[in-house]
């Protein structure tokens, strides 16, 4: 199975912010990378889808780059709404596997 | 376009459940359909999928005990769950799923308790 290594898995940072988000996959997976946000209680939702296509709806402060095995999701600048989880997601190969996550929250 | 799973509950080792995920807004047997559980505490994890061609595939862990279905007249998914593990304990997603592999629809999840 494909592993997917998210750093770091906690991040602490301010309104205003810029945060970065890596995934690091154990072999090279086409770019097939997606990211979700997931708040407590809630289901999680897609941000961005292709390593780098943003999802419909979501702001354009987020986005995703990487190529390879490395990867990252990036937000411009944190809003109050962004302190939440955040997963990657490989989708090349069967079972696709998620990172552990990276929770964002307020410092 | 909206997902509703049911069916969740609490199950002794060795039980079963059926889930169902309801859709509205679009039909479950022209997509791709997902079954992810996230564990307390955990991230996701991918369970099975239904291709809107029919192949299904499942991750190792739940083979042979799980199984993935959909009545397209009702327009629900479905994922039987015998032989129920206490590792099996999570909430129970289904996600409308892009045919490159990503989910783009969420139900509001259903959780799963095995325990004695």
């Known amino acids: 199975d494909i592993q997917m290594t998210q750093s770091p898995s906690t991040l602490s940072a301010s309104v205003g912010d810029r945060v970065t988000i890596t995934c690091r996959a154990s072999q090279g997976i086409n770019n097939w990378l997606a990211w979700y946000q997931q708040k407590p209680g809630k289901a999680p939702k897609l941000l961005i889808y292709k390593t780098s296509s943003l999802q419909s709806g979501v702001p354009s402060r987020f986005s995703g780059s990487g190529s390879g095995t490395e990867f990252t999701l990036t937000i411009s600048s944190l809003q109050p709404d962004d302190f939440a989880t955040y997963y990657c997601?490989?989708?090349?190969?069967?079972?696709?596997?998620f990172g552990q996550g990276t929770e964002l929250d307020i410092k | 376009v909206q997902l509703v799973e049911s069916g969740g509950g609490l199950t002794q080792p060795g039980g079963s459940l059926r889930l169902s995920c309801a859709a509205s807004?679009?039909?479950?047997?022209?997509?791709?359909m997902t079954w992810v559980r996230q564990a307390p505490g955990k991230g996701p994890e991918w369970v099975a999928v239904?291709?809107?061609?029919?192949?299904?595939y499942y991750t190792d862990s739940v083979k042979g005990r799980f199984t993935i279905s959909r009545d397209n007249s009702k327009n629900t998914l479905y994922l039987q769950m015998n032989r129920l593990r206490a590792e099996d304990t999570a909430i129970y997603y289904c996600?409308?799923?892009?045919?490159?592999?990503?989910?783009?629809?969420w139900g509001q999840g259903t959780p799963v308790t095995v325990s004695s």
């Open positions: 239904l291709y809107s061609g029919g192949s299904i």
């Open positions: 807004g679009f039909s479950v047997s022209a997509n791709y």
């Open positions: 997601q490989q989708y090349d190969i069967y079972p696709y596997i």
């Open positions: 996600a409308r799923t892009d045919s490159s592999g990503f989910f783009d629809v």
